[in-house]
Structures are given as structure tokens and as C-alpha cells.
């Protein structure tokens, strides 16, 4: 049976299904956010509801507003998804998370160092989040204000916007309104997260701990353990009525970087991904088990990410994930404030969003990502290899010097 490491070797560091992983995590968190927006049951209810009336036995469908609170913009079925279709709803973000560790440890080891590490992140992360806030501050919220525009642009809060660049999160921008509140990006609320995963990897590596296995072995079973009590006696990290706390996606990123230390003795195993799935679902119906399930969602995600899927023509053109994940949420906003009747059909409405945001998301690949991207190669050839490999537009034209 081959391990994790050994299909990592044979597809020369790249997944095969790490991209398209990515997009369908980023997608389904895009849907999450149309199901909030159209109703209170969620994605799935509406699935299952749209079925029952092809056979002329739905019920009518309740639409309320959503509140402008963060936590219910972001769930799946509203501010507290309770029924059978909670486990995916609290799946997304973590699944993004674990993906993370896992890679984010792979461009450690390629990197060896800090400052080539820092500058790999800062090169996937901030070009085209200072795009999406930039155009968000200056474009939407001008659309959306109700204030004078010389007012607007004045505004204390238009300047402190900006700040979501380096981490530190506003959601709101003056007197800007949409359909469902105020909030301009809620996607953003991940970031300070995903920040604090780099700074203490860049601390492990300044230190060499990360190229210790056992010491990282050790260090995250007894984290582990003091976790699971804390969370399942005590009460810490419990969040009945909102996403899950900062604190769980940086141990899920984690539980991807011990996964990755051990992929050459982690089996790559249908059976074992599917009794993964059992012992996950059920675990996260409960709040109490946010520092159990994340290991064998880890084993879900990083199988998938190593399964060879059909070949996309798509995916080779570029990584769009996080293009959608960035500008998902506001043109979201956007399509239901200036399109009412699409708060009443959620396909209609994730057909449309998805559409919108993809267009934006190839535009932000096109013209910013990847040429950021191209600048790997001066600190992290490697790096630099695999991603050319994966998307072969990230080649320089000819001339203009090719990666080492």
C-alpha cells in the first residue's frame, strides 16, 4: 500500500487533487454564503427541497433577511446549523486550514530558511488581498455609501479599512448597506488566523524545531490533550452560536503540518478515508469535540488532495481558489442587493455569484497572482518548479528569463 509520501514523490512534491480540492472547498464555502442570504435552511435543506418539488410535495419556503452578524453570514444554515447538515457546513474552513498546514510545511522544507519562507507567503497571500480590499474601500463602498463621497473618503473608518491587509479585521466600511447588513467581506474574519499559522512556522523554523519530528510529535500530543480536556470538561473554545474560534483553524493547520512530518508512514487508503468519514461526522455535531475531529479530517482532506481526479483543462490555466474565496463574499452582497429575486432562488443565485466571482477571480490570477508568483523563483526555486508544473502559464514568455 502506498503512503502519502510516496504519491507526493511520484507527482514530484504537487498533488493532484490539491487544486481542485481548493476550488471545491472555495466554491462550497461561496454556496454557504448564498444559502445564508436566501433562507434559514441551508444549502442542503434547499437541495433536498428543490428535489420534493420536482415530485409536487414542498412546503413553502421562509425567507428572512440575514443578521449582520459575522458568525451567521458565514454558516450554512443559518446562525446555528443544527440538523443533519451541520458537519459539512463546519467542514470548509477547517478542510482549508488542515490544506494549509500541510502544504504551507512542504514550502518550509523547500524554503529551509525564514526570510525565503516569509516572502513565499507574502507572495501567495497579499497581492491580491490588497487588490480585493483597495478595490472594496474605494469602488463598492462609494457605490453603497450613504454619505456625501467627500465624507466617505474622510471617514476614520474608510482608512482603517485598510488595515485588513496586515490582519487587523474590519468588516464594515461608513454607512455602507447591503441586503443582508453592513458586513462588506466576511471571508476576512480567517485571515488573523491564517497570519498567526506563518509567524509561529517562521518561529519553528528559526529555531529548526519544524525539522523535528519527534519533537513536533511530541509537542502536539500533549496540546492535544490538554485541548481535548480543556474543550470537552471545561468548556474553552465552545461556540454553540457562531463558526468555529480562531484557536480550532490554527490547530487544524497544525494537525496538517504533523500530517505532512509522517506522509511517509501514513497509508493512502480508501477504506481508511471512509471510516474517517464515520468517526468525523458524528463527532462534529458536538462543540465538545472541535480538538477530536480535526485529525481524521485532516486524513479526509489530504487523501482527496492526493487522489488523482479527471484532468481539468481549467485547472491548468490557473488557481482560482483563492480569487473566489477573496471576492465570493461581496459580490455575493452585490448581486442580491441590486437582484431581490435572487434572495428567493438559491441556484439561481449560486449560479450567478459563482459566475461573477469566477470571472473576478481568473481577472485577479491574470493580473496579479501569478505575476507575483513568478517572483518564487529568486527565493525558492523548488517552489517555483512545482508550480509551473501545475499551472505552465506561470512561465515566463521567452526572454524574459526562466525560473533556475
Same mark, same amino acid.
Given at each position: 500500500m502506498k503512503t502519502f509520501g510516496q504519491i507526493l514523490k511520484e507527482h514530484d512534491g504537487a498533488g493532484p487533487g490539491f487544486d481542485l480540492l481548493r476550488l471545491a472547498l472555495a466554491v462550497a464555502i461561496l454556496a454557504s454564503h448564498c444559502s445564508g442570504i436566501t433562507g434559514e435552511r441551508g444549502l442542503l435543506g434547499e437541495i433536498a427541497k428543490g428535489v420534493l418539488q420536482l415530485f409536487?410535495?414542498?412546503?413553502?419556503?421562509?425567507?428572512?433577511?440575514?443578521?449582520?452578524?459575522?458568525?451567521?453570514?458565514?454558516?450554512?444554515?443559518?446562525?446555528?446549523?443544527?440538523?443533519?447538515?451541520?458537519?459539512?457546513?463546519?467542514?470548509?474552513?477547517?478542510?482549508?486550514?488542515v490544506l494549509s498546514g500541510f502544504l504551507v510545511t512542504g514550502s518550509a522544507f523547500r524554503a529551509g530558511r525564514v526570510v525565503p519562507f516569509l516572502a513565499l507567503r507574502f507572495l501567495r497571500i497579499f497581492p491580491a488581498l490588497m487588490v480585493e480590499v483597495t478595490l472594496s474601500a474605494i469602488l463598492i463602498g462609494a457605490i453603497y455609501t450613504t454619505l456625501p463621497l467627500r465624507d466617505y473618503y474622510t471617514d476614520p473608518?474608510?482608512?482603517?479599512?485598510?488595515?485588513?491587509?496586515?490582519?487587523?479585521?474590519?468588516?464594515?466600511?461608513?454607512?455602507v448597506t447591503f441586503f443582508s447588513g453592513g458586513v462588506v467581506n466576511a471571508n476576512l474574519?480567517?485571515?488573523?488566523?491564517? @497570519?498567526?499559522?506563518?509567524?509561529?512556522? =517562521?518561529?519553528? /523554523?528559526?529555531? *529548526?524545531?519544524?525539522?523535528?519530528?519527534?519533537?513536533?510529535?511530541? @509537542?502536539?500530543?500533549?496540546?492535544?490533550? =490538554?485541548?481535548? /480536556?480543556?474543550? *470537552?470538561?471545561?468548556?474553552?473554545?465552545?461556540?454553540?452560536n457562531g463558526p468555529l474560534t480562531g484557536d480550532v483553524?490554527?490547530?487544524?493547520?497544525?494537525? *496538517?503540518?504533523?500530517?505532512?512530518?509522517?506522509?511517509?508512514?501514513?497509508?493512502?487508503s480508501g477504506w481508511v478515508a471512509f471510516a474517517a468519514v464515520l468517526v468525523s461526522y458524528p463527532l462534529m455535531f458536538s462543540s465538545r469535540a472541535i480538538y477530536l475531529y480535526p485529525l481524521t479530517l485532516a486524513y479526509i482532506t489530504i487523501f482527496l488532495g492526493l487522489t488523482a481526479f479527471p484532468k481539468f483543462s481549467l485547472l491548468q490555466s490557473g488557481d482560482y481558489s483563492y480569487g473566489i474565496y477573496l471576492y465570493g463574499f461581496p459580490i455575493t452582497q452585490m448581486l442580491a442587493t441590486e437582484f431581490p429575486l435572487l434572495r428567493n432562488n438559491i441556484f439561481a443565485l449560486i449560479v450567478s455569484s459563482v459566475t461573477c466571482t469566477g470571472i473576478f477571480a481568473a481577472l485577479s490570477w491574470h493580473l496579479v497572482e501569478k505575476h507575483a508568483l513568478r517572483l518564487r523563483q529568486y527565493f525558492s526555486p523548488r517552489s517555483a518548479k512545482i508550480a509551473?508544473?501545475?499551472?505552465?502559464?506561470?512561465v515566463h514568455q521567452r526572454g524574459a528569463g526562466a525560473p533556475t
Open positions: 409536487g410535495h414542498a412546503a413553502s419556503i421562509s425567507i428572512s433577511e440575514t443578521s449582520t452578524h459575522i458568525g451567521q453570514a458565514l454558516d450554512l444554515a443559518g446562525p446555528h446549523p443544527t440538523g443533519w447538515g451541520r458537519p459539512f457546513a463546519q467542514s470548509h474552513v477547517p478542510m482549508f486550514f473608518l474608510f482608512f482603517r479599512y485598510f488595515g485588513n491587509i496586515l490582519g487587523w479585521i474590519t468588516m464594515f466600511l461608513p454607512q474574519w480567517t485571515l488573523p488566523s491564517e @497570519f498567526h499559522c506563518y509567524l509561529i512556522m =517562521a518561529v519553528l /523554523i528559526l529555531c *529548526g524545531v519544524v525539522f523535528s519530528r519527534s519533537i513536533m510529535t511530541a @509537542f502536539f500530543v500533549l496540546s492535544s490533550i =490538554a485541548l481535548v /480536556i480543556a474543550n *470537552g470538561f471545561f468548556g474553552f473554545d465552545v461556540s454553540d483553524l490554527i490547530y487544524c493547520f497544525y494537525v *496538517g503540518l504533523v500530517v505532512f512530518l509522517w506522509r511517509d508512514r501514513i497509508p493512502y509551473e508544473e501545475l499551472h505552465p502559464d506561470l
